[in-house]
């Protein structure tokens, strides 16, 4: 079969291997849709510790083709949507229930292979069943979803809240989505691209805001600003420096703050510790996807939360090398790679 292999930091090619067998607590899955994310970019730089020779891939979904012994729950023909990551169960942040920070971490396209390939060997504990009538490219978004989720959970987010929302990616058109089904009347999404500021806008966002025109704290948090004072919840979702120092400071007086974005390892920012002191701001990381990827899939096969709009391009297997190692296209949100279509 084919697979997308990371090789070393800066080698990412096609080849031709072999087709894996699903042993015991195992779903050889052959993949419809893999989308092309922000972390697999770091990855291919070497920005983001990963176990190379490895096939990428981490939000994924497709078929069931076979499965391991004694499988139960799950058959062949069944469409299913993977977790990535794997906890071990063992150390004492998944005995506290913290399966996310887990200590053996091992995840699904960055320590063992995964889903831009043919096939996937996915356990049965990381598989969740999406409906058979579900687009195929859909159920790619779960991973994602299941991220944003964890967020919004330690959010906090009640009725009425104001939220803004830093990036109009994949990860700021979603967190927009949900946070307006938590409850949040207002919510404004922050980015420079015209055609995101317009989507958000169809998507549930109360307005939008241009930051290449006027500076986002002052033309937001000043009187006659869109949110005078601030928001009650800011995420940040673009994973840059600027957008990282700015969260904080659009956080109202006593409001949180929310790392959803990635910035490259070892990258630094700064900030400024009075002021989250004087004006008590919670500064909150949110990391992966503990415990909400089965609540991703409801989501996404119930419709609640809109995926097609999201999707920019989809791309065959031969081009993901070159997708992954180039920047995202101008105005690109999600690109899909499709392997068996």
Known sequence: MRAVRLEATGKLVMREVDKPAPGPGELLVRIEACGICGTDRHLFLGEFPSHPPVTLGHEFAGIIE????DITGFEPGMRVTGDPNIACGCCAECHN????LCRNLQAIGIHRDGGFADYVILPLKQAFALPSGLDPLHGAFCEPLACCLHGVDLANIRNGASVIVLGG???????VQLARLAGATRVLLVTR???KRALA????????????????????????????GGADIVFE???VAETMRQAPKLARRGGTAIILGVMPQGAKVEIEPFDLLFREVNLVNSFLNPFTHQRAADLIASGAIKVEPLISRRIPLEQAPEAIANPALGGEIRTLVTPNT
Do not use: K, M, Q, Y
């Open 66 to 69: 076979a499965v391991g012994p």
């Open 97 to 100: 229930g913290r399966v996310n």
């Open 169 to 175: 990616g994949v990860t700021g058109l979603l967190t």
């Open 193 to 195: 691209n015209a055609d």
């Open 201 to 228: 806008e169809t998507l549930g966002a109360t307005a939008s805001f241009d930051p290449s025109r006027t500076d986002a704290v002052t033309g937001i948090t000043d009187d006659g600003g869109l949110l005078p």
């Open 237 to 239: 979702c673009a994973g």
